[in-house]
């Protein structure tokens, strides 16, 4: 009998021993932080999911929600409110009482890995969690992958091969059962200060995203 895989792991998931020496780290440095797994952020009414890399060791690690407290969710979050994904106002901590509108975000790994760079390994012993996530959102129409890794995960769990829908910024891609890929850059600062990304750039993208949800 397979094993029944949740759409979220547990806080204190131990699947990857290498994340948990580095949570455990975290936590006796910073025992007030979140320190653990961290849950998608939204709810399953979800007509876009947005899939990040992991949690930042000073941001979602810290406060326990994807891209909160740290620079990309400087950029993410006022990008939702302004196209109606999100509703409130971002304050970069948990409590803010912003909520989302139609839209959920996830990460490709949920635990944080050290300088951001999850393993292979890793990557895919969390892949059955982000598979089960995406199929429990029955209205799902667009899925937004913030970098290669994400982009990967989507792909996998969708049993698409790497080479049939490369990544490349601003790309879509028709996925099957009506989903469609939008691939981005990953907001980060080094993405923005750089000026790879720029924030017209990122509404672009957002603006195509828009379009195809208003029309369905």
Known sequence: MSKIVTAEPARDCALCPRLVDYRHASAAAHPDWFNGAVPSFGGEDARLLIVGLAPGL???NRTGRPFTGDYAGDLLYPTLLKFGFASGTY??????????????????????????????????????????????????????????????AVLKARGIKKSAAKFGH?????????????????CSRYNTNTRRLTEAMFHAVFEDIRKLIDSN
């Open 58 to 60: 000073q941001g979602a």
């Open 170 to 186: 601003a790309a879509q891609h028709d996925i099957g059962d009506g989903l469609t890929l939008f691939d981005s850059y990953h």
């Open 91 to 152: 304050e970069a901590r948990i409590d803010d009482g912003l909520t989302m509108q139609g839209a959920m975000i996830t990460n490709a790994v949920r635990c944080v890995p050290p300088q951001n760079k999850p393993t292979p390994e890793e990557q895919k012993t969390c892949q059955p969690f982000f598979a089960t996530r995406m199929s429990t959102l029955p209205k799902l129409r667009a899925i937004l992958a913030l970098g290669h890794i994400a982009h990967d």
